[in-house]
């Protein structure tokens, strides 16, 4: 049924051969975040197959189906977690991301009311202004969670270029390193970026007080996250949305009538004159951010959306557009969010012969 998202293993496989080759010249372990794709789990099972053993995700619901169908595989919670989901991450999530000693005494408690040891991973802000203690601080917070029997600091991280768009650039890296090299002492995990760093290693520069990377958009779209550049050797089109067409007229461009503000886009919309072809699909802003798509036919323009529907200006498209046509969109990771999100898009494989 449509909408249809529909994903590639092939193109997945080729990024993942692509990504082990790469990380393995510096001896870099690569982590596969699963959040982009709701951890859609036959997607998680191509990642597995691909060869594929580590993962992290920020939702717990995913971290428990993950390691119910794939027990073998490690799994990291990398959002910081609320004070009720502790009790379902503490013994399942391999590791923990934490900023606080708030939250670390939470989990703690959690690990010995379980007998466990729980290893966690502090954050440190550089920059991005979005999770991580800062660095003046750091130092302190890391000597008491040491002081903590059922938890184990097994690393520190950051993150960059999510919130912000800090690019993790050769003076960035080399204010991690210097960090790192403040730290009072040394630890066996260094989770230093996302995919956004992927572009120093393609050029074959160091990174420094690095050992891992958290690799989501460059899996998923082959690009690195700061500029979404595309990287070389990987493929761009693991993924494809087919919407129908659900009505086709000719309508005069512009609105008749008072218009207000008020509805999606409306105020930056651009209206031009005459009559234009126009289609509508069964798709909007609740299942899909619409900004984040793209036809993959260039003579067709998205002209605007609502709630639940995409409308499309078809004048200048050379096949024919009829009620019940399908659209191709090429999308984005904010797209591909929202997509595997929605219960009411269908996620499907692509066939091999359309590969």
């Avoid at 938890?151 to 999510?162: A, D, P, Q, Y």
């Avoid at 520069?205 to 550049?229: C, D, N, W």
């Amino acid at each position: 049924m449509y909408p249809k998202l529909l994903w590639k293993r092939e193109a997945l496989r080729q990024n993942v051969e692509t990504l082990d080759l790469y990380c393995q010249k510096q001896a870099l372990q690569w982590i596969a975040v699963t959040k982009g794709f709701c951890a859609h789990l036959p997607i998680v099972e191509a990642l597995v197959q691909s060869g594929v053993t580590h993962f992290a995700d920020s939702k717990w619901q995913h971290i428990h189906e993950m390691k119910e169908r794939f027990p073998n595989i490690h799994v990291d919670l990398i959002r910081i977690p609320a004070r009720e989901e502790i009790p379902y991450v503490v013994g399942v999530a391999t590791r923990i991301v934490v900023t606080s000693y708030e939250v670390a005494h939470l989990l703690n408690e959690e690990a010995k009311s379980k007998n466990s040891i729980q290893p966690i991973i502090v954050f440190i802000e550089l920059g991005d202004r979005r999770e991580g203690i800062s660095q003046e601080k750091a130092t302190q917070l890391l000597k008491r969670l040491d002081e903590l029997t059922h938890i184990r600091v097994i690393g520190v991280g950051m993150n960059v270029t999510c919130f912000n768009g800090v690019v993790p650039d050769g003076e960035k890296m080399q204010e991690w390193a210097s960090f790192v090299e403040r730290l009072p002492r040394k630890y066996d995990v260094y989770s230093g970026g996302s995919s956004s760093v992927l572009q120093t290693l393609w050029n074959e520069k160091p990174l420094p007080y690095v050992t891992e990377l958290r690799i989501g958009e460059a899996l998923l779209f082959g690009v690195e996250a700061s500029y979404g550049e595309a990287l070389p050797k990987m493929r761009q089109d693991v993924f494809e949305l087919h919407v129908q067409v659900v009505e086709v007229e000719w309508k005069e461009e512009r609105p008749s009538g008072m218009c207000s503000a008020r509805t999606f886009q409306q105020g930056v919309r651009q209206n031009r004159d005459g009559l234009r072809k126009r289609a509508i699909i069964h798709l909007g802003a609740q299942d899909v951010a619409v900004e984040a798509i793209c036809p993959v036919d260039s003579n067709i323009e998205i002209i605007g959306w609502c709630s639940d529907y995409t409308i499309l200006d078809v004048t200048d498209c050379h096949e024919d557009i009829d009620v019940h046509s399908i659209i191709a969109f090429h999308i984005q990771y904010a797209a591909l969010l929202r997509l595997t999100t929605s219960p009411y898009v269908t996620i499907e494989e692509m066939e091999k012969n359309e590969k």
